[in-house]
T-cell receptor, first 110, second 118 residues
Framework: DAKTTQPTSMDCAEGRAANLPCNHS???????VYWYRQIHSQGPQYIIH???NNETNEMASLIITEDRKSSTLILPHATLRDTAVYYC???????????FGAGTRLFVKA | GAVVSQHPSRVICKSGTSVKIECRSL??????MFWYRQFPKQSLMLMAT?????????EQGVEKDKFLINHASLTLSTLTVTSAHPEDSSFYIC??????????????FGPGTRLTVT
């Protein structure tokens, strides 16, 4: 079973920051937080992952709370092409299988 | 970046026939690959873990005799849907991990194969 809770859907205005929350209150010490997204009729795309420190790459930033029970994915300047389903996943390293929850459907509006 | 391909991208087959879907890691080696199925407006459901040189591990409720998985090399896994029925119509997606990278790295997903059984 998925170990995360995410809002079903969110809206965001184009050009604004999109902040997608995720709760993972049962995360254990050696589990990472991964974010993927899936644009309609495509395979999922990796966005970012982290253990306990905040992370940033060219796509997004990941903010993990100090107790690691929740995190927020930030798309700093959302575009229409960011409309997708965003999945927050907690997982051990080492090739363990990835279980997807329902995700958050983000709609970026002009 | 790492690329995973799937072939075919779309396939239509008649009920009762079998169809094979290929998943290839194009620029890395993958000891482990994963197969998912996705129905419309639903999330991805893990079907099985494909291990190079050994038998696949199936998730609970997935019929291993119906969904045959072969992982004969470090870059290729195949999923064969045997005796397909209309209820097997779905979007099938594979993913892979790079065996030569740190184990915390992400999975790479293929573009998916849409199977329609008539």
């Amino acid at each position: 079973d998925a170990k995360t809770t995410q809002p079903t859907s969110m809206d965001c205005a184009e050009g604004r920051a999109a902040n997608l929350p995720c709760n993972h209150s049962t995360i254990s010490g050696n589990e990472y937080v991964y974010w993927y997204r899936q644009i309609h009729s495509q395979g999922p795309q990796y966005i970012i992952h982290g253990l306990k420190n905040n992370e940033t790459n060219e796509m997004a930033s990941l903010i993990i709370t100090e107790d690691r029970k929740s995190s927020t994915l930030i798309l700093p300047h959302a575009t229409l092409r960011d409309t997708a389903v965003y999945y927050c996943i907690v997982n051990y390293s080492g090739g363990f299988k990835t279980i997807f929850g329902a995700g958050t459907r983000l709609f970026v509006k002009a | 970046g790492a690329v995973v391909s799937q072939h075919p991208s779309r396939v239509i087959c008649k009920s009762g026939t079998s169809v094979k879907i290929e998943c290839r890691s194009l620029d890395f080696q993958a000891t482990t690959m994963f197969w998912y199925r996705q129905f419309p407006k639903q999330s991805l459901m893990l079907m099985a873990t494909s291990n190079e040189g050994s038998k696949a591990t199936y998730e609970q409720g997935v019929e291993k005799d119906k969904f045959l998985i072969n992982h004969a090399s470090l870059t290729l896994s195949t999923l064969t849907v045997t005796s397909a029925h209309p209820e097997d119509s779905s979007f099938y997606i594979c993913s892979a991990r790079d065996s030569n990278r740190d184990s915390t790295y992400e999975q790479y997903f293929g573009p998916g194969t849409r199977l329609t059984v008539t």
